[in-house]
DNA sequence: CGCCTTTGACCAGCGC
DNA sequence: GCGCTGGTCAAAGGCG
């Protein structure tokens, strides 16, 4: 219910564009009313991977440090949007995202940092094996000890124009159950990271108004490299983008491991809002990326009505930038192609 | 055999 | 307090 209207804000919100987290979000996205237009017709064969940007990252890393257009180009929406940003608790955290997209979640810092801990302490007590076991007993001391709702971890939801549901991000998933939600005719999949100590979840769910956007719900932070990156199974990478030369590493990077990061040229400061990098290469139904917003709790980055697309430059865009084209408002794009 | 999905049941939070 | 809904558990079964 509450998931759900929030959800709801977060899609009207996606739709509304300027993103609610005003203040302290300093806008890297700014989505100032455009729509990540990547959305192409023909591009069944673009992987996620390559949705995302692998390709050319290098070449406009600086697209990530838009200046906050903030003020320009998106007046935050404050009074329509309820206060709901965390106070900052984020005077370190937020402060370390990097001006970069990462700053997108930084508006659900704080819950990271509040509902991490939880699920980190029961990992850490040690009793990881009998942890499923005694879940739901340490399920309830937990609440019983805080003494309030359980807090949620920060959440990414993630848009993809896609035939696929579950996509591959690099990272191993195991579902855990399936639900039937209102208001939509798509179940909606539950899955969790299947490295033990972590505790990253996600969601993933058709979008009822359009069942060709499956939504992807992140929920927490990796603590791991991605199994596939250990494996060293690819290395496909081009030269890391010069951002990655930041040394200082997203701070909450959502499935991004720290110990990854450095690696990560895939997805060097994505990785601090969006998905884990997707680094297997399976050709995905072309999942676009193609609008980020994002709540409180939530950061969104969804697909723009299709209707919004210009197929062939889409197309086009795609093979000219790859993800950036995908995060970066086409107003934006557009001034940069003058 | 290990890992994964499926699926029904259970639980907690929230609104009325 | 009750009912609804979302989220999770865990047994069962499938697959490689």
Not at 86 to 110: K, L, M, Q, R
Not at 112 to 130: F, H, Q, R
Request: aromatic share 6%; charged share 25%.
């Amino acid at each position: 219910m509450m998931v759900e209207k929030r959800e709801d804000e977060m899609e009207a919100s996606a739709a509304a564009i300027p993103p609610p987290f005003s203040s302290q979000i300093p806008s890297t996205f700014p989505l100032p009313g455009g729509f990540f237009d990547a959305d192409g017709g023909d591009k069944g064969s673009v992987g996620f991977l390559e949705l995302l940007g692998l390709r050319d990252l290098h070449q406009s890393p600086f697209l990530f440090e838009l200046p906050r257009p903030t003020s320009a180009v998106e007046p935050p929406p404050a009074t329509s949007d309820p206060p709901r940003l965390p106070p900052p608790a984020e005077s370190s955290d937020t402060a370390n995202f990097p001006a970069t997209p990462s700053s997108i979640s930084s508006s659900s810092t704080e819950a990271a940092v509040n509902a991490i801990k939880p699920a980190a302490s029961s990992i850490t007590n040690g009793d990881e094996g009998e942890h499923a076991k005694t879940n739901r007993t340490n399920k309830e001391e937990e609440k019983k000890k805080k003494g309030q709702k359980r807090q949620r971890e920060p959440r990414f939801a993630f848009k993809t124009r896609s035939e696929v549901d579950h996509l591959e991000d690099g990272y191993r998933w195991r579902k855990y159950g399936q639900k039937a939600v209102k208001n939509s005719p798509y179940p909606r999949s539950y899955y969790r990271c299947t490295s033990a100590a972590c505790g990253v979840k996600k969601r993933v769910e058709r979008s009822s108004d359009d069942p060709a956007v499956v939504v992807t719900t992140y929920e927490g932070q990796h603590t791991h490299p991605s199994p596939v990156l250990a494996r060293g199974a690819h290395q496909p990478l081009p030269p890391p983008p010069l951002v990655l030369s930041e040394p200082r590493p997203p701070p909450l990077g959502f499935g991004f491991p720290s110990s990854v990061r450095s690696k990560d040229v895939h997805l060097p400061l994505l990785g601090s809002y969006l998905p884990p990098p997707p680094l297997d290469f399976r050709p995905m139904t072309a999942p676009q990326p193609l609008m980020l917003t994002s709540d409180p709790t939530t950061a969104v980055a969804t697909s723009g009505d299709p209707r919004h697309g210009c197929n062939r430059t889409a197309e086009v865009s795609i093979r000219d930038h790859g993800l950036l084209q995908d995060l970066i408002p086409s107003k934006i794009r557009k001034e940069e192609e003058l």
